[in-house]
């Protein structure tokens, strides 16, 4: 299975990124092969509707899961829609160890999806 | 002549001072432009004779002629498209409506819609025309109300419009005041309040528009934002006292300047200096 997660450095060691559409990669992982490629979020820097955007690109990967510490309801819109389940990540947990949480199947599915910041940043 | 009335922040008394300017003059237009929260017609209390929905466009997509190229979901610069699953998804609430996306689709499976995103109310009491902005909610921008507001809600001729608008500094407020003869700044006494109208003095000098600052609720005592406009050497208009018998008339809804001659001096006062201060910067600019 392929799962992406938020990073916030391109090795498995780094932690797991605080945001979803903000960070600056992510980490597509195959559960099976065990290989790994980080991609650049171009979303983190655009102007608004990030999330929809890095929401994109993970279904442009082909993932089939995200873990993930938050989602906004756009982006989970996007994920949804693609039939790509959402599991939230375990506070500091570092990538390896959310890796692994997954596979042990530990992670909960993200229930608690915010509003988007619509307008932040200037309406 | 029209008037901005701006704070840093709601809760300031921007509203008190608008409403009772606006009750202070014979004969005047009210246009409230803090969409979000828009409360100047509970102190007119006018009568509402007309009511316009506002609407913007956004794309829609004729899924049998989408071939799924993104051209569109690469253009977008606020990621208000996606496309998954062999479908367009547009989100609404994220467009800009720049329109660009229907211009560039190669087959033409975008088109304009209309999205309502608010509507203004039209009314009028006691020689006061009240015009209100009202935003939908969860709708991002209020930008195209204020627009339509401030081009076709504003009183022609000689006669006074005061503009209520948002609080803080963002591009709704610069829409606000694009057009005004001046601004009036309304502060609160307090640190936290001179950190708020020093964000509207900001954009009030970046406009280049003259101005000066009410500063309300007034103790006896120290002031910071009296000493940041003296500092600044920004033109203190008046002073509003903490006063028991304001909050009283206010938190009942009711135009101090109909319930207490002090009130009503006040505010005629100040309309009078407001005034002389724009006649003296069009004597200026004109020259
Ligand atoms: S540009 Fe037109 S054809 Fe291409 S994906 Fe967008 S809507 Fe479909
Ligand atoms: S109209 Fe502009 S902002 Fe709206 S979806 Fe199309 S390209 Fe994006």
Redesign the interface.
């Known amino acids: 299975m392929r799962i992406a997660i938020p990073v916030d450095k391109q090795n498995l060691e780094a932690s797991v990124n605080q945001t979803f559409g903000r960070t600056p990669y992510f980490l597509i992982y195959d559960t099976e092969t065990k290989e790994n490629v980080f991609i650049d979020n171009s979303?983190a820097a655009?102007?608004?509707?990030?999330g929809?955007?890095a929401?994109?690109s993970i279904?442009d990967n082909k993932a089939e899961a995200v873990l993930t510490p938050l989602c906004g309801e756009?982006a989970a819109?996007?994920l949804n829609?693609?039939?790509i389940k959402i599991y939230k990540t375990v506070r500091d947990a570092s990538v390896m160890d959310t890796i692994n949480a997954f596979m042990e199947g530990k992670l909960a599915i993200l229930e608690d999806i915010h509003p988007?910041f619509?307008?932040q940043g200037?309406? | 002549m029209r008037i901005a009335v701006l704070s840093g922040k709601g809760g300031t008394g921007k509203t008190l001072v608008a409403v009772n300017l606006a009750a202070a003059a014979k004969d005047s237009t009210y246009i409230d432009c803090d969409v979000e929260e828009p409360n100047g017609h509970l102190f007119l209390k006018p009568e509402v004779v007309q009511e316009e929905e506002i609407t913007v466009k956004i794309p829609a997509v004729n899924e049998q002629l989408c071939m799924g190229c993104r051209t569109c979901t690469y253009f977008c610069r606020f990621n208000a498209l996606a496309y998954i699953n062999d479908k367009l998804k547009i989100f609404a609430d994220v467009c800009h409506c720049c329109g660009g996306c229907v211009l560039l689709c190669p087959v033409e499976a975008l088109s304009d819609i209309d999205k309502v995103i608010g509507k203004i109310q039209k009314g009028a009491k006691d020689n006061i025309n009240v015009n209100t902005g009202i935003l939908d909610f969860g709708v991002e921008s209020g930008v195209p109300i204020i627009k339509k507001l401030l081009s076709e809600y504003v009183s022609d001729g000689k006669n006074l419009t005061l503009i209520d608008c948002p609080p803080g500094s963002a591009c709704i407020v610069m829409e606000s005041i694009k057009d005004v003869d001046y601004c009036i700044l309304v502060a609160e006494p307090t640190v936290f309040g001179v950190h708020n109208l020093n964000m509207v003095y900001e954009l009030v000098k970046l406009f280049n528009k003259p101005h000066g600052v009410v500063l309300n609720k007034c103790l006896e005592g120290e002031n910071p934002a009296e000493q940041f406009c003296i500092k600044k050497g920004i033109k203190i208009l008046d002073r509003i006292p903490f006063d028991h018998e304001l909050g009283t008339i206010n938190s009942n809804a009711r135009i101090a300047v109909r319930e207490s001659e002090k009130y009503q001096k006040l505010f005629v006062d100040l309309l009078q200096k407001v005034t002389k201060e724009v006649h003296q910067h069009e004597a200026v600019t004109h020259s």
Do not use: M
Request: proline letters at 0%.
């Open positions: 979303a655009s102007q608004g509707g990030a929809i955007k929401a994109q279904v756009n819109e996007v829609a693609a039939g988007g619509h307008g200037g309406k």
